[in-house]
């Protein structure tokens, strides 16, 4: 399958700091990125969704303030936790698909393990 | 109708044995039916996929067999070993829509 690389694995940062995590699509273009989250025990919640050059689109209850998306080209995306606090310590997961048919596969990183404190 | 229920939350099987982890879904857009295993700390990645044209798709040791008309798809995991102990997910999703997740199946394989 093809490459999501998500970088960096694990951040622990200070409690109202900001902290980037970076997803790269290595051997395909990515027009639609996904980001998650999930507890420990739990399934994987969607975040949002970003269209390559367009706006994230947030799920519902997601502060897109907090949660500030970018995907400016093809092959990265970001997701930059502003003012993180205790709450946001969680694992973040990004998804990359490529274009085309409704079939393409989505390939999924090796996850950010956050840890504010 | 966007859920996908998935059972067992855990389940234990001796090594060799067969693993048999359960889905059902209400929303019959749902054209793509994939299988994901995650293992601590590291993302998910794709196992096996069927769409609803099939009723089984099997690779190797991992098959999906597919009900349509109950609207319930599993994943069969043959001669099931030490290493095949992960959490598993299944997933749906119709067209370019979102993949809506099940709960997951914690798989521990006995040696």
């Known amino acids: 399958g093809a490459v999501v690389s998500q970088h960096p694995s694990r951040v622990i940062c200070k409690s109202g700091t900001s902290v980037k995590i970076e997803c790269r699509s290595l051997?395909?273009?990515?027009?639609?990125m996904f980001w998650y989250r999930q507890f420990p025990k739990q399934s994987l919640m969607l975040m949002a969704t970003?269209?390559?050059?367009?706006?994230?689109?947030?799920e519902q209850g997601v502060e897109k303030d907090k949660f500030l998306i970018n995907h400016a080209s093809l092959t990265l995306s970001t997701l930059t936790v502003t003012s993180a606090h205790p709450e946001d310590s969680s694992f973040y997961i990004c998804?990359?698909?490529?274009?085309?048919?409704?079939?393409?596969?989505?390939?999924f990183g090796q996850g950010t393990r956050l840890t504010v404190v | 109708q966007q859920q996908v229920k998935q059972s067992p939350q855990s389940l234990i099987v001796q090594k060799g044995g067969i693993s048999i982890i359960n889905c059902a879904y209400e929303?019959?857009?749902?054209?793509?039916f994939p299988w994901y295993q995650q293992f601590p700390g590291k993302g998910p990645a794709l196992l096996i996929a069927?769409?609803?044209?099939?009723s089984e798709k099997k690779e190797g040791r991992f098959t999906i067999s597919f009900n349509k008309s109950a609207k319930q798809f599993s994943l069969h995991i043959m001669d099931s070993q030490p290493g095949d102990s992960a959490t598993y997910f299944c997933?749906?999703?119709?067209?370019?829509?979102?993949?809506?997740f099940g709960t997951g199946t914690r798989l521990l394989v006995s040696p």
């Open positions: 998804s990359a698909r490529a274009g085309g048919a409704e079939n393409t596969e989505a390939f």
């Open positions: 051997d395909f273009q990515a027009t639609t």
């Open positions: 970003s269209n390559e050059g367009s706006k994230a689109t947030y």
């Open positions: 929303n019959t857009a749902f054209d793509y």
């Open positions: 069927i769409r609803p044209d099939v």
């Open positions: 997933a749906a999703r119709s067209g370019f829509q979102k993949l809506v």
